[in-house]
């Protein structure tokens, strides 16, 4: 569950759609449907900001984030955390790696049956359809709203059924209404808990050029390496 939430900052069938579905709600999917068909990669800055609720206190982190899908169903990422401590966390092949540069350590975790849903949730908004969206969440606009200096829709998503349950009680996007940025530049993660976290993309590039070695994680000699798991 932690790593989940460590890492949820990446941090998720309109056929049978009633007649009198919403049509912003319509058009907000069908715009996502369109881009998920071409998305591969992105890079942006990024800011997360952890509520716990029984301690009622806020953590800030930021830092920069790459993405990319390598195939359907299956991302390999990597956050660069820069504030308020540095450390780089990777995702590859369901396995997380977080390095350490303080005290030269990388932990090693790997998250076996909980990857797929990990991977499911960082593809919502940019590499999950619409149609895939209302299939696996009940949907609904919430208004318009401003965010980062720009008019979105908001949208709310709460998991019907499945394991998606067992992590989160809800989830928000804010998707810009410019029809050329069907992309979330917020999204808020609601835990069963009463924990959150709010994720706000800047500088935000869709299909970058990236080199072969961007989402690896580059280690200096002498450095120890973890298994938290045994």
């Given amino acids: 569950?932690?790593?989940?939430?460590?890492?949820?900052?990446?941090?998720?069938?309109?056929?049978?759609?009633?007649?009198?579905?919403?049509?912003?709600?319509?058009?907000?999917?069908?715009?996502?449907?369109?881009?998920?068909?071409?998305?591969?990669?992105?890079?942006?800055?990024?800011?997360?900001?952890?509520?716990?609720?029984?301690?009622?206190?806020?953590?800030?982190?930021?830092?920069?984030?790459?993405?990319?899908?390598?195939?359907?169903?299956?991302v390999q990422g990597l956050i660069d955390f820069t504030v308020p401590d540095r450390r780089t966390v990777t995702i590859e092949q369901r396995k997380v790696q977080i390095y350490?540069?303080?005290?030269?350590?990388?932990?090693?975790?790997?998250?076996?049956?909980?990857?797929?849903?990990?991977?499911?949730?960082?593809?919502?908004?940019?590499?999950t359809s619409g149609t895939e969206l209302a299939r696996d969440y009940s949907m609904r606009v919430l208004g318009p709203e401003k965010a980062l200096g720009q008019k979105t829709a908001k949208i709310e998503l709460m998991p019907k059924a499945g394991e998606a349950r067992q992590y989160l009680q809800k989830l928000e996007l804010w998707i810009p209404e410019r029809p050329s940025q069907p992309y979330p530049v917020q999204e808020k993660i609601y835990e069963k808990s009463g924990d959150y976290r709010l994720v706000t993309y800047t500088d935000m590039k869709i299909n970058p050029a990236l080199p072969p070695d961007a989402l690896k994680l580059k280690l200096p000699a002498g450095v120890k390496t973890e298994y938290p798991q045994k």
């Fill in 100 to 127: 350490y540069p303080k005290i030269k350590t990388v932990q090693v975790i790997d998250l076996g049956k909980h990857g797929e849903q990990l991977d499911q949730f960082l593809l919502i908004g940019f590499a």
């Fill in 1 to 74: 569950m932690k790593v989940i939430r460590i890492t949820s900052a990446f941090l998720i069938s309109v056929s049978g759609w009633a007649a009198t579905a919403d049509p912003s709600l319509q058009d907000l999917l069908a715009r996502m449907d369109e881009a998920a068909g071409s998305f591969h990669s992105m890079s942006a800055n990024v800011k997360y900001v952890t509520h716990t609720a029984v301690l009622d206190d806020n953590s800030d982190e930021g830092g920069t984030v790459v993405m990319k899908k390598v195939r359907a169903n299956l």
